[in-house]
C-alpha cells in the first residue's frame, strides 16, 4: 500500500489536519465495473424499458443521459418522467448474486484502521444495496457514517446540494476533510467546497483540484 501512504502523507503534512476521510464506494473500494455494474446497468434499462414503454435502444439513451447529466440514472427518471424512487431502487440493486461477487479484501480493512478521524461513505448508490455490500467487504464496523442517494434527497455527487448535505449531517468542515473518488467531476465539486482530494486512478494526467492519487484502495 505504498502509494495510499505516500498520498495520505502528503495530506496529513498540509497546514490543516484532516478530521475525515470522505470514501466514494463503487469502483473507489472495489471493483464494481467489472461484473456488479453491468447486471445493475442492465436492470435498469429493462425497467426504463417497461415504465416509460420505450425500446431498449431509446431506455439505454436515457440511462446514460441521466446518469452523465445527473449522476444518477434516478435523477432524472424522477425530474422528468415521475418514477417511483423507492420501487426503481429496490428493483434495480436487489442482486442474488452480490455475495459471489465480491470478496473481503484484507488490504481495504488495513486502511480504514491506518487512517485517523472519522471515515465516511459517500454513494449515489441506495442504502439497502450500500449496507449490505459494506457488510460483505467486511468494513461496514470500521466506519462512522454513510450517505447514500436517499440521504441526498435524489441530488447525488457532484451536485453541490449532495455534498453540503453530508458535511452538515456529519457536522463537518469542509477544509479538514479529505474526498477520495473515482471520478474526477466528483472531486471537482469537493474541492470547490475547501476538502483535500485524492483520485483513486491509474492515469498520468495531472489535474489542479487533485492533491494527490492513489492507484487502489484494494
Not at 37 to 64: G, T, W
Not at 76 to 99: N, P, Q, W, Y
Amino acid at each position: 500500500m505504498k502509494f495510499l501512504a505516500e498520498a495520505c502523507q502528503k495530506i496529513e503534512q498540509s497546514e490543516i489536519k484532516p478530521s475525515a476521510w470522505i470514501f466514494d464506494f463503487d469502483n473507489t473500494l472495489f471493483p464494481s465495473g467489472r461484473q456488479i455494474f453491468p447486471l445493475i446497468s442492465e436492470r435498469m434499462s429493462q425497467y426504463i424499458e417497461r415504465h416509460l414503454c420505450v425500446d431498449r435502444i431509446e431506455a439505454n439513451r436515457l440511462r446514460k443521459l441521466y446518469w452523465d447529466k445527473y449522476g444518477a440514472t434516478l435523477t432524472g427518471l424522477v425530474r422528468h418522467h415521475a418514477v417511483d424512487s423507492k420501487d426503481f431502487l429496490k428493483k434495480t440493486h436487489d442482486i442474488v448474486e452480490l455475495d459471489s461477487l465480491t470478496y473481503r479484501s484484507s488490504r481495504l480493512r488495513w486502511v480504514f484502521r491506518q487512517l485517523s478521524g472519522k471515515k465516511i461513505i459517500f454513494s449515489n448508490s441506495p442504502s439497502v444495496y450500500l449496507e449490505k455490500m459494506l457488510r460483505l467487504l467486511g468494513i461496514r464496523h470500521l466506519l462512522d457514517g454513510t450517505f447514500s442517494i436517499e440521504s441526498t434527497n435524489l441530488n447525488p455527487k457532484p451536485s453541490m446540494i449532495g455534498f453540503r448535505k453530508v458535511l452538515k449531517i456529519h457536522r463537518l468542515e469542509a477544509k479538514r476533510c479529505v474526498m477520495v473518488e473515482d471520478s474526477l467531476i466528483n472531486l471537482f465539486s469537493a474541492k470547490r467546497l475547501g476538502m483535500k482530494t485524492i483520485l483513486v486512478t491509474n492515469e498520468l494526467n495531472q489535474h489542479n483540484w487533485v492533491d494527490a492519487k492513489v492507484r487502489q484502495l484494494y
